[in-house]
C-alpha cells in the first residue's frame, strides 16, 4: 500500500504565505513526478506545480512567481511554498505522485486525500 498524506492547509490572508506538505509512505521503490493540483467549487482539477525526480519544475501560468515546489527526495516528501495567495487560489489542495512499487511494475498516480486553503481578502 501507498499513502499521500498532506498537510498545512488552512486560512490565510491575501498576501501572506503558507506551506503544504505531502508525505508518501508504504512500499516505495521509486518515486517519479510529484506535484500539487487544486480544485476550486465548481471547477475542474487544475495543476498547480509539478517536480520530477531530477529536480524539473512546472507551474501553472497563475501561481508562477508565487508559489515554489521543493521535494525532499530522502523523506518522500513534496512541500508548496505559497507566497503572496490571493483569494482565486482558495481551493482543495491535493497532492499526487507517481510511484514505482517495485522494479518490476509500472507507475502508478497517487493523490492524496486533499487539504483545504482559503485565502481571505
Known amino acids: 500500500q501507498v499513502q499521500l498524506v498532506e498537510s498545512g492547509g488552512g486560512l490565510v490572508q491575501a498576501g501572506g504565505s503558507l506551506r503544504l506538505s505531502c508525505a508518501a509512505s508504504?512500499?516505495?521503490?521509486?518515486?517519479?513526478?510529484m506535484g500539487w493540483h487544486r480544485q476550486a467549487p465548481g471547477k475542474q482539477r487544475e495543476l498547480v506545480a509539478s517536480?520530477?525526480?531530477?529536480?524539473?519544475?512546472d507551474y501553472a501560468d497563475s501561481v508562477m512567481g508565487r508559489f515554489t515546489i521543493s521535494r525532499d527526495n530522502a523523506k518522500n516528501i513534496v512541500y508548496l511554498q505559497m507566497n503572496s495567495p490571493k483569494p482565486e487560489d482558495t481551493a482543495v489542495y491535493y497532492c499526487?505522485?507517481?510511484?514505482?512499487?517495485?522494479?518490476?511494475?509500472?507507475?502508478?498516480?497517487?493523490w492524496g486525500q486533499g487539504t483545504q486553503v482559503t485565502v481571505s481578502s
Open positions: 499526487n505522485a507517481n510511484i514505482k512499487r517495485h522494479a518490476w511494475v509500472a507507475d502508478y498516480a497517487y
Open positions: 508504504g512500499t516505495i521503490f521509486r518515486i517519479n513526478a
Open positions: 517536480m520530477t525526480s531530477g529536480g524539473n519544475t
